[in-house]
């Protein structure tokens, strides 16, 4: 298993930006498929992007689709997710998954693939 910490949640106001960031530690992330999903309250998890073990895929949710990027930095063990234009609508938990794949080239979106999870960070937006 590998252990997952997010980081660079908080407040921010409509239409600015923030950077999440996913350490991994325990195993080596490069083995696994990586995604974000969010759940605010009241909520079912939703799914937002994730990325291929050598981040040469990415797919996003459509809610985010042109605001948001994945990426992941394999030497550092850590994923990240930039979010542009935020609204109050992406405020919510946003947590970090990790899904072990031999697909070099998987991106999935569903949540029963993913066997280890973060925390999660909080993202605020006021409006």
């Known amino acids: 298993q590998v252990q997952l910490v997010e980081s660079g949640g908080g407040l921010v106001q409509a239409g600015g930006s923030l950077r999440l960031s996913c350490a991994a530690s325990?195993?080596?992330?490069?083995?696994?498929?990586m995604a974000w999903f969010r759940q605010a309250p009241g909520k079912e998890r939703e799914f937002i992007a994730s990325?291929?073990?050598?981040?040469?895929?990415?797919n996003y949710g459509d809610s985010v689709k042109g605001r948001f990027a994945i990426s992941r930095d394999n030497a550092k063990n850590t994923v990240y997710l930039q979010m542009n234009s935020l609204s109050p609508g992406d405020t919510a938990v946003y947590y970090c998954?990790?899904?072990?794949?031999?697909?070099?080239?998987?991106?999935?979106?569903?949540?029963?693939?993913?066997?280890?999870w973060g925390q999660g960070t909080q993202v605020t937006v006021s409006s």
């Open positions: 998954a990790a899904s072990p794949t031999y697909s070099i080239n998987s991106v999935p979106s569903s949540p029963t693939v993913f066997s280890s």
């Open positions: 325990g195993r080596t992330v490069s083995m696994y498929a």
């Open positions: 990325i291929s073990r050598a981040g040469v895929s990415t």
